[in-house]
């Protein structure tokens, strides 16, 4: 066993605390599993299709469900889809391998298994997709639904296909889901996950493959992504958008149907601090009202929607870098404690319908500190890439495509 479990790891990596921190997890999490298992494979499945039903029940219904209720379920589901994964039986190089591509990071399975736990999230993405879902099945027999970047659980589609399957909702023949990952780690934890949730039939196609090279073999009725990290950076929404958008049907959705990003200038202890000093936890129905008043906004710098996709023009930089033009900017004027404040980028996640993400709901919201943007103040080290501006000054945000995306503020 121990043999096994070592066998990637080198001498000198032992020497690395990093990986050693990484490996006395990866080995807790397998044993823990192991010592779960002493279910039989049949009882494990049921479990875990059980807890998946469980906690997307939760979100689904429309009365208010308490944040520790919801905590226990998900929590649930996720120790259930770990255990899935450890039957993948992954090398420790598969679990853990992260990379840039050239459209963004490709974080690895250890790291992507937490996506599962992001309560409001899924919660704001599975209420969109039931209702688009619904909606679409009013008109058609059958749709097809394409998860790319789905991440080794597919958290976003698969708790809800369970749903559907369990209370006879809607059958295999009324959807069909292709699931798309670059990882190969992602990719067989997914094939062990919907074997074990015996969703066989609605998944038709599982594929291993850069998600901005991937060419469906028919148009898409449903594009399901979340491929971003707080302040839209690192991760390629934008690119893997703009890719796949082309092959939705005319009548097709997107969800989300729009992510609007925006900036502002805040003053840090307040915005990221003082507000969240009396609660347990940060969530967009707790944002201080104080707080909010104190935000200087800067207004809309990129939106992402079907129709905006279709029209939006890379442009190709002399070194291969791509980027695409988002907002002008006018930076406010008069404003007496400018030079104290940093920029935060978020985006408002429009998932379908009234449903969405909203600010500080999930990691992908978290309003982001960009501590290279200066206005009015003068940086203490002159480092190239702080961009320097004053109030009044008009500022043309593009957004890069290439290795790991995010804003670069121009001065026009
Ligand atoms: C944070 S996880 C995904 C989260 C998942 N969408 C969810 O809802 O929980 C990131 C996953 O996206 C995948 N990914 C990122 N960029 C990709 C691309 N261009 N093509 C295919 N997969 C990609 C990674 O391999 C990784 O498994």
Redesign the pocket.
């Known amino acids: 066993m121990e043999k096994q479990l070592f066998s990637d790891v080198t001498k000198l990596d032992f020497a690395d605390p990093q990986i050693d921190d990484l490996l006395k997890y990866s080995i807790r999490t397998q044993l823990e599993s192991m010592l779960k298992t002493q279910l039989t494979a049949s009882e494990r499945q049921a479990v875990l299709q059980k807890s998946f039903i469980d906690a997307i029940r939760l979100v689904l219904i429309d009365t208010k469900v308490e944040h520790q209720q919801l905590m226990a379920a998900f929590e649930t589901m996720y120790d259930c889809a770990v255990q899935s994964m450890a039957q993948a039986k992954l090398s420790q190089e598969l679990l853990t391998k992260q990379y840039v591509?050239p459209?963004?990071?490709?974080?690895?399975?250890h790291?992507?298994k937490h996506?599962?736990k992001?309560i409001y999230?899924?919660k704001g993405?599975a209420r969109g997709i039931d209702q688009a879902i619904r909606g679409m099945l009013k008109n058609k027999a059958q749709i097809t639904v394409l998860?790319?970047?789905?991440?080794?659980?597919?958290?976003?589609l698969l708790p809800l296909l369970s749903y559907y399957k369990e209370h006879g909702v809607f059958s295999s023949d009324q959807i069909k889901v292709s699931l798309?990952?670059?990882?190969p780690?992602?990719v067989l934890s997914l094939q062990q996950l919907v074997e074990d949730l015996a969703l066989e039939d609605y998944v038709e196609h599982i594929e291993q493959?850069?998600?901005?090279?991937?060419i469906p073999e028919s148009s898409v009725d449903l594009l399901?992504?979340?491929?971003m990290?707080h302040g839209f950076t690192k991760?390629?929404q934008l690119?893997?958008a703009k890719h796949l958008v082309k092959y939705l049907s005319i009548d097709g959705w997107m969800v989300p149907k729009r992510i609007s990003i925006r900036g502002m200038m805040v003053i840090g202890e307040t915005e990221f601090n003082q507000q969240w000093k009396e609660v347990d936890y940060s969530h967009s129905e707790y944002v201080n009202e104080a707080a909010l008043n104190d935000r200087i906004e800067l207004g809309e710098l990129l939106r992402i929607d079907k129709s905006s996709l279709l029209k939006m023009q890379e442009v190709e930089l002399a070194n291969g870098i791509k980027v695409v033009a988002g907002n002008l900017i006018t930076i406010p004027k008069g404003v007496a404690d400018m030079g104290e404040r940093v920029l935060a980028i978020y985006a408002n996640v429009e998932t379908f319908a009234a449903e969405g993400v909203g600010q500080y709901d999930s990691g992908i919201t978290h309003p982001r500190p960009d501590m290279t943007f200066y206005v009015d103040a003068k940086p203490k080290e002159v480092e190239h890439t702080h961009f320097v501006a004053c109030g009044g000054d008009k500022v043309q945000f593009y957004y890069q495509l290439s290795g790991l995306p995010g804003f670069v503020p121009v001065k026009v």
């Open positions: 591509s459209t963004g990071l490709i974080m690895s399975p790291n992507c996506t599962i992001d999230r899924i993405y998860y790319p970047a789905c991440g080794p659980f597919a958290p976003l798309i990952d670059a990882h780690g992602a493959v850069d998600a901005t090279e991937f399901v992504l979340e491929a990290q991760e390629g690119s893997i």
